[in-house]
């Protein structure tokens, strides 16, 4: 990841603390605080909550971007350095994910419309999967980031398999959820993001073990 992206990242998280105190004045007194899963809201604040809330997300994401770009640093395996480089780029497209995330809801608040927030969130969702998935693709074994099952860590062509698998599922599902969110009822796109969730998670697991047994047969 280039020094540019580095820097910029820092700029980018304090964007929605920033962004909301440029729109303060226009922030109504009681504010949406939590969604359910068909975008309604169900719990409301104070202004002084959401300027907490942002604070602390914007702290939370400095700290998770910290962790995942040097978690590297501390892994035991080998050829933990060599995933140096896309650590640092999904730490960054998480943390471009949550402000971007921060920002739309501030924008929507403060405009007294909160209609788009779920569809906005979950478009956004399947981006940072593909962009998980383009990064996972040659990820090498390690203790914090992939798919880290006692079976892929124990051997390195199963972990290889596994998230070359992982990687292009991850990827194009990523994109196709992100294309169709457009289309689909805000009623119906918080189950069908978890049932998405779902499938790009277990697919994977059940062929890194199908790997795993058939390893196991052709040595016994």
């Given at each position: 990841?280039?020094?540019?992206?580095?820097?910029?990242?820092?700029?980018?998280?304090?964007?929605?603390?920033?962004?909301?105190?440029?729109?303060?004045?226009?922030?109504?007194?009681?504010?949406?605080?939590?969604?359910?899963?068909?975008?309604?809201?169900?719990?409301?604040?104070?202004?002084?909550?959401?300027?907490?809330?942002?604070?602390?997300?914007?702290?939370?994401?400095?700290?998770?971007?910290?962790?995942?770009?040097?978690?590297?640093?501390?892994?035991?395996?080998?050829?933990?350095?060599?995933?140096?480089?896309?650590?640092?780029?999904?730490?960054?497209?998480?943390?471009?994910?949550?402000?971007?995330?921060?920002?739309?809801?501030?924008?929507e608040?403060?405009?007294?419309?909160?209609?788009?927030?779920m569809?906005?969130?979950?478009?956004?969702?399947?981006?940072?999967?593909?962009?998980?998935?383009?990064?996972?693709?040659?990820?090498?074994?390690?203790?914090?980031?992939?798919?880290?099952?006692?079976?892929?860590l124990?051997?390195?062509?199963?972990?290889?398999?596994?998230?070359?698998?992982?990687?292009?599922?991850?990827?194009?599902?990523g994109?196709?959820?992100?294309?169709?969110?457009?289309?689909?009822?805000?009623?119906?796109?918080?189950?069908?993001?978890?049932?998405?969730?779902?499938?790009?998670?277990?697919?994977?697991?059940?062929?890194?073990?199908?790997?795993?047994?058939?390893?196991?047969?052709?040595?016994?």
């Amino acid at each position: 990841m280039n020094m540019f992206l580095r820097r910029i990242i820092w700029l980018i998280m304090l964007v929605p603390a920033i962004y909301l105190a440029i729109l303060w004045k226009q922030i109504p007194p009681s504010v949406p605080m939590h969604f359910d899963l068909k975008g309604n809201v169900d719990s409301y604040g104070t202004k002084r909550d959401l300027l907490i809330l942002i604070l602390s997300l914007t702290a939370l994401n400095a700290i998770m971007y910290l962790v995942v770009s040097n978690i590297y640093k501390i892994d035991p395996r080998k050829n933990a350095a060599q995933n140096k480089d896309r650590l640092k780029r999904i730490a960054f497209g998480v943390s471009l994910y949550l402000s971007a995330i921060w920002i739309m809801l501030i924008y929507e608040i403060a405009h007294n419309d909160v209609s788009m927030t779920m569809k906005f969130v979950f478009v956004a969702m399947g981006l940072l999967f593909a962009l998980l998935g383009n990064n996972m693709y040659n990820i090498k074994p390690n203790y914090f980031a992939g798919l880290r099952l006692p079976w892929t860590l124990e051997n390195e062509d199963n972990w290889r398999r596994t998230h070359h698998l992982a990687g292009r599922l991850w990827f194009f599902g990523g994109l196709i959820f992100a294309v169709i969110t457009f289309f689909i009822n805000n009623n119906l796109i918080g189950y069908i993001a978890i049932s998405m969730l779902t499938v790009l998670i277990i697919i994977p697991i059940f062929y890194s073990y199908n790997i795993y047994k058939e390893s196991k047969k052709s040595e016994a």
